[in-house]
């Protein structure tokens, strides 16, 4: 059975940080692409961040420098790193497995002004 778990969402300041993981079971996580998605209220589910098996890694326009995704194979977990928060980053993220229809249960993340 797969199971995508994420945490550490919260409230923050904007200009804060908050740093998100993503525990993974039931795959084979490092020969997996991964991501992180987000969706604000009213919006469509976006791309933030992938990084591939080989730890190649993108990022949408709108986080490039603030947000640093990585993944450690040994624990079986993704991570993003989000620094420099804005008001606009407010969403629920998340984790996904690239290619497939695997998700995790999202984690509110709220950047207040």
């Known amino acids: 059975q797969v199971q995508l778990v994420e945490s550490g969402g919260g409230l923050v300041q904007a200009g804060g940080s908050l740093r998100l993981s993503c525990a993974a079971s039931?795959?084979?996580?490092?020969?997996?692409?991964m991501g992180w998605y987000r969706q604000a209220p009213g919006k469509q589910r976006e791309l933030v961040a992938a990084?591939?098996?080989?730890?190649?890694?993108k990022y949408a326009d709108s986080v490039k420098g603030r947000f640093t995704i990585s993944r450690d194979n040994a624990k079986n977990t993704l991570y993003l790193q989000m620094n420099s928060l804005k008001p606009e980053d407010t969403a629920v993220y998340y984790c996904?497995?690239?290619?497939?229809?695997?998700w995790g249960q999202g984690t509110q993340v709220t950047v207040s002004s």
């Open positions: 039931g795959i084979v996580f490092s020969l997996s692409a």
């Open positions: 990084v591939t098996r080989g730890s190649s890694t």
């Open positions: 996904h497995k690239d290619a497939t229809n695997y």
